[in-house]
């Protein structure tokens, strides 16, 4: 009988998207082919504490996941070669060996190559992007730097620091016109993102995204509509559908990515077969352009006269049933299951 896999499966994180890696997670468990995978569940509370969690995937839903009964403190091992968690339980110590780490983590402290580089200084094989990857994936700056260099347009752009002349501000953007997006540097899930409509928006909207990041963007609006493409792989690359996000107004904020109350996802995007091809080629000359391996997801911008335009990365995107990754792999033949399974071989293939 074949030894099971161990699968360290993270979740949770000291991030305003703590509540989306629970329910990511969720799926993640729900579908991990049981006879191949033995789950390891580590949940990071929001302060940052780690546990060994043992209770049912329901009480992630809930948020009631840490409790004494389910939970035991936990480290992981930096001694390279040991590839374990250390739990720190009331009768002593034991380990777990872990033979793969799975992070649905997203946003900082987890998708921005902080875990990634303490599992990889670890030896233990990370199913998704790298540490390098992971840390351009969520720098919208850098990112769009490097995949500009490969001849995909970029919007316009200006980094903010702190002390940056609000005159210099007002100045870029009567240069790219309003609309324009205000965003912080590394935050996802829209968090701390603005659209602003005039100069008068334009400081309280600055004055958000330093909420979340150390750095801001002012970014150049792209007329007409997302889209989003599913890539899977390390040297080898296959790609989902091409989906379409429609808008009603304004943009696709966090209340839209996770309620769709205004908005709609088209599975395949309503776009000519050339068009998804020239998308989904773009997709994955913007992945090798970032070094990913494993996955991620490509969101990018068509315009009203056909251009592609990249918008950016996401190397951990959600994982529910009804996320967009998983939703353009299924309208490819590939099911939710047959990718995380897929996501594990080719972290497997990098240990």
Request: glycine letters at 10%.
């Amino acid at each position: 009988m074949m030894k099971k896999i161990n699968v360290g499966i993270f979740f949770g994180g000291c991030s305003p998207e703590y509540s989306v890696s629970l329910s990511s997670a969720s799926g993640v468990i729900l579908n991990l082919d049981r006879e191949k995978y033995n789950p390891v569940l580590i949940g990071i509370s929001q302060k940052g504490e780690w546990f060994h969690y043992t209770g049912p995937v329901d009480r992630l839903l809930s948020d009631t996941w840490q409790n004494a009964a389910d939970c035991v403190p936990a480290v992981l091992s930096p001694n390279r070669g040991e590839n374990c968690l250390i739990l720190l339980g009331a009768d002593g110590i034991s380990r777990i060996p872990l033979d793969i780490a799975f992070p649905v983590l997203h946003g900082g402290n987890g998708e921005d190559g902080t875990l990634q580089g303490l599992l990889e200084l670890s030896g233990i094989p990370v199913a998704g992007c790298g540490t390098l990857a992971s840390a351009l994936g969520m720098d919208k700056d850098r990112a769009h730097r490097l995949v500009g260099l490969e001849g995909v347009r970029v919007p316009m752009h200006l980094v903010l620091e702190p002390d940056t002349p609000m005159e210099a501000m007002e100045s870029f953007a009567e240069r790219i016109g309003y609309p324009l997006f205000v965003k912080p540097v590394k935050a996802g899930s829209s968090y701390g993102v603005t659209k602003v409509a005039c100069k008068e928006q334009l400081a309280p909207a600055v004055a958000l995204a330093f909420k979340y990041d150390i750095q801001a963007l002012l970014e150049e609006n792209i007329p007409g509509f997302e889209v989003g493409c599913a890539v899977l792989g390390n040297r080898e690359l296959v790609t989902g559908e091409v989906d379409e996000i429609e808008l009603s107004g304004g943009f696709f904020d966090f209340t839209e990515k996770y309620t769709l109350k205004t908005s709609a996802i088209h599975v395949p995007a309503r776009i000519t077969p050339a068009k998804a091809a020239e998308i989904k080629e773009k997709a994955k000359c913007i992945y090798r352009a970032l070094g990913c391996t494993g996955f991620a997801r490509v969101d990018m911008f068509l315009t009203p006269d056909g251009e592609v335009v990249f918008n950016e990365i996401n190397t951990i995107p959600g994982f529910t049933e009804h996320s967009r990754y998983p939703g353009m792999m299924k309208a490819a033949g590939h099911s939710f299951r047959e990718v995380i399974s897929r996501i594990l071989e080719l972290g497997l293939e990098t240990a």
